[in-house]
C-alpha cells in the first residue's frame, strides 16, 4: 500500500508534496503485470463510491490486474455508454507494459503497440457484436487494417479504412482504432451522425473534445513504483485508487491541451 510521506491537500490531484518540494506522483506504465501487484486480493472498501447498479457494470470500480481485466472493463465502459445512448465514446489505456517499448521509437517497438491494439480491437468487437447488427471496425493506419484483415471475423464484424466512411445504419457501433491526427479524429466524430462511435487507444489528440471518456486508465509511481492510478470506468466518475484499491480523497483535475483537447492534469 502506498503512505503518502506528508500529507495532501484534498483540491489537489496528487501534486507535489506541500513539505517536501522533491517528491512529487507521476504517471509510469503497468509494472503492476509483473509482482509488483502480485498476491493483491484487498477487495476495494465498502466506502468507496458505488456505481448505479447496472447489468452492464461492476458495482464498484476495481483496478485490474490484467490485460485480459483491462479489455473487460473497456468493453464494458463501451456497452455501459452504448446503454446510455452516449454517440462518441473514448477508451484509453497503455496497450503493452513496458514504457520502453513506448517511447524508444524503434520499428519493433511500434509493431508491438499495433499488434496489442489490433488484438483489443478484435476483442472490443466480438465483445460489442451481440450489441449490434455491425461492428464496423475503422483505422487511418494501413498497417492495422493489414493486421485486422488477416484475423478471423465474423460476419457482422466488418472493416473498413477510416477515409471511406462505412455503410454504417443506425444501430450499428463504429469502433475507430487510434487516430493519430486532429482530421483523424474529427473524421470519427462526424461518423456519430450515423451510428455510435467509439475511439480506441488514441494514438494523438486524446481527450478529443467532441468524445466521452467512458475508459482511462493511468497508473501512478512513486519512486519507480506503482502507488496509484487514475481511473475512469463509465458510468462511474473519475477516481483516484491507491494499490491496494483504497479510493484516495483527491480532485481530478484537467487541463486544455493542443488542438482544444481535455486531459486529465497528471502534473498538478
Known amino acids: 500500500a502506498f503512505t503518502p510521506p506528508c500529507r495532501v491537500p ?14 512529487q506522483l507521476r504517471m509510469g506504465f503497468f509494472d503492476f503485470l509483473s509482482n509488483n501487484n502480485a498476491g493483491n486480493d484487498q ?3 465498502s466506502n468507496i463510491e458505488q456505481i448505479p447498479q447496472q447489468s452492464y457494470v461492476q458495482s464498484a470500480v476495481s483496478v485490474p490486474r490484467s490485460y485480459d481485466e483491462i479489455h473487460s472493463q473497456a468493453v464494458d465502459s463501451i456497452r455501459a455508454g452504448l446503454a446510455q445512448g452516449l454517440r462518441k465514446m473514448e477508451v484509453e489505456f497503455p496497450p503493452i507494459a513496458q514504457v520502453n517499448k513506448l517511447s524508444d521509437g524503434s520499428a519493433s517497438s511500434q509493431r508491438l503497440v499495433r499488434r496489442a491494439n489490433v488484438d483489443f480491437a478484435v476483442k472490443a468487437a466480438h465483445g460489442l457484436s451481440n450489441a ?17 484483415s488477416s484475423q478471423r471475423l465474423p460476419s457482422n464484424i466488418q ?12 444501430q450499428d457501433v463504429i469502433l475507430v482504432l487510434t487516430p493519430s491526427t486532429t482530421r483523424q479524429w474529427a473524421d470519427a466524430a462526424s461518423l456519430a451522425r450515423v451510428a455510435p462511435v467509439a475511439i480506441l487507444n488514441g494514438v494523438a489528440s486524446n481527450g478529443y473534445p467532441a468524445f466521452e471518456t467512458v475508459y482511462y486508465l493511468k497508473p501512478m509511481t512513486f519512486n519507480t513504483q506503482i502507488c496509484g492510478y487514475l481511473i475512469r470506468l463509465f458510468p462511474s466518475d473519475w477516481i483516484v485508487v491507491a494499490a491496494d484499491g483504497r479510493a484516495l480523497d483527491m480532485e481530478v483535475k484537467f487541463v486544455s491541451a493542443q488542438g482544444g483537447c481535455i486531459r486529465p492534469d497528471l502534473q498538478a
Open 159 to 170: 472493416l473498413a479504412p477510416l477515409s471511406a466512411p462505412p455503410p454504417a445504419g443506425p
Open 43 to 45: 477487495a476495494p472498501p
Open 10 to 23: 484534498s483540491s489537489v490531484l496528487w501534486t507535489r508534496r506541500v513539505c517536501s518540494p522533491k517528491i
Open 132 to 148: 449490434a447488427p455491425t461492428v464496423w471496425l475503422l483505422s487511418g493506419d494501413q498497417e492495422a487494417l493489414t493486421a485486422l
